[in-house]
């Protein structure tokens, strides 16, 4: 397995550019996550999703979007890129309580840049 | 709403020694998971340990083990035998499970250095 796969590694936008962050699961995962992760803090959640067709905010939505049209893949949407989505970006996904212990498996991360 | 507090923003333990990390947690919920995960200068988050609220043996992992005080909401790390791999940012996570809830809330983490 490959577990969580996210690209890109690395993206430098500019103000106003749009552009979709990559992640993909091949555990059969239900739940999937992002997060981002500014310089020496915790992570914020984003978006989640608890399957297919299914996704909700987090604590900071504003200025992202998501989908989920397979178990696989959940794409993050950012539209009009601005400075304070510079940040690191991580994709997370999880079994729901009766497959497994709920832990997180986390993709390696995009670090984004806004100028 | 549940929280999550990590006090020690950074702490030093010399190789082969013992630290402990501390995680304090506010809930109203009887039935959760912690976690506590490492990430290293790579960035990767890694699963180091987790307890399931309802279980009242302390979990261990190698040289990883926790201290799970319910009643006090206190989720401490200790890692023996520290070695230079640890050096890492580690943070403390809460999983509620309570029905229709699939949010994970993090601490704001620990930085670790390891002296040799």
């Known amino acids: 397995n490959a577990g969580v796969t996210q690209t890109p590694k690395f993206r430098i936008l500019k103000i106003g550019q749009s552009m979709t962050l990559q992640c993909t699961q091949d555990m059969n995962h239900n739940y999937m996550y992002w997060y981002r992760q500014d310089p020496g803090m915790g992570l914020k959640l984003i978006y989640y999703?608890?399957?297919?067709?299914?996704?909700d905010k987090g604590e900071v939505p504003n200025g992202y979007n998501v989908s989920r049209s397979t178990t696989e893949d959940f794409p993050l949407r950012l539209e009009l890129a601005a400075p304070s989505q510079t940040s690191v970006y991580f994709c997370a996904s999880s079994f729901p309580r009766d497959r497994g212990y709920y832990e997180q498996y986390f993709g390696p991360g995009t670090r984004l840049t806004v100028t | 709403a549940q929280t999550v507090t990590q006090s020690q923003p950074e702490m030093s333990v010399q190789e082969a020694e013992t630290v402990t990390l501390s995680c304090t947690y506010d809930t109203s919920e009887s039935d959760y998971y912690l976690f506590w995960y490492k990430q290293p200068p790579s960035r990767q988050m890694i699963l180091v340990i987790r307890q399931e609220a309802y279980k009242q043996q302390n979990a261990t992992e190698n040289r990883f083990s926790v201290n799970f005080q319910k009643a006090a909401k206190s989720f401490s790390l200790k890692i023996s035998d520290s070695q230079l791999g640890d050096a890492a940012m580690y943070f403390c996570a809460y999983r509620s499970l309570t029905s229709g809830t699939y949010k994970y809330i993090f601490g704001t983490g620990t930085r670790l250095k390891v002296l040799a």
């Open positions: 999703s608890v399957g297919a067709g299914i996704t």
